[in-house]
């Protein structure tokens, strides 16, 4: 075999061996472009339902706290309600008709004479001495009455070992304390 054929071998055999070469680059890159396309595929799908899982979870959590916020408006309310009730409680009791003023004195004038303790003076707001004072003599209690400032209604009976603290404040604020719960169900509950 000539030189010549020789390297028109070689240069045949190279060529054919480049186009192997070429065809099987061609072909891995169709793979690797392939391959690359799915896994940019699955990175976008896995990136959308992460992103879908954490806005479910943000809204969630927002739904709550917004719940959470409603609830304290609500209780909020009603707390200002109850006090407004209270309140409104206390102002028609401090101005009641004489008769009924009379008539929420006895309640505790009866329970201070049962004590059977001397009292030696009463405090009352100043336009309801006289009516104080013929409360606590009815229910056996000969006392003086004084009148003073802080009291909106109701009355304060010092004795010698003790004081008795009727004030329409005190007696609500006691009422308050020991039935609201019941007054909120009755005012809250459809």
Do not use: W
């Amino acid at each position: 075999m000539a030189l010549e054929d020789l390297v028109q071998k070689i240069t045949a055999d190279a060529q054919a061996h480049a186009e192997r070469v070429i065809a099987n680059a061609t072909i891995t890159v169709a793979q690797i472009a392939t391959r690359a396309a799915q896994d940019e595929e699955a990175a976008r799908k896995a990136f959308r339902e992460e992103t879908e899982r954490q806005l479910q979870k943000e809204k969630a959590l927002t739904l709550e706290r917004a719940h959470q916020e409603a609830r304290a408006l609500v209780e909020q309310a009603k707390r200002t309600v109850l006090n407004q009730t209270f309140a409104k409680a206390l102002r028609a009791a401090a101005h009641a008709s004489d008769a009924e003023y009379e008539q929420n004195l006895a309640k505790p004038a009866t329970l201070i004479a049962e004590s059977r303790e001397v009292m030696r003076v009463a405090y009352a707001p100043k336009d309801r001495v006289e009516l104080t004072k013929r409360a606590l003599a009815a229910a056996g209690i000969a006392t003086s009455v004084e009148a003073r400032d802080d009291i909106q209604g109701g009355f304060v009976a010092v004795g010698d070992a003790c004081e008795y603290d009727a004030r329409f404040e005190q007696l609500i604020a006691q009422t308050q304390r020991k039935h609201e719960s019941e007054i909120a169900t009755m005012l809250f509950t459809a």
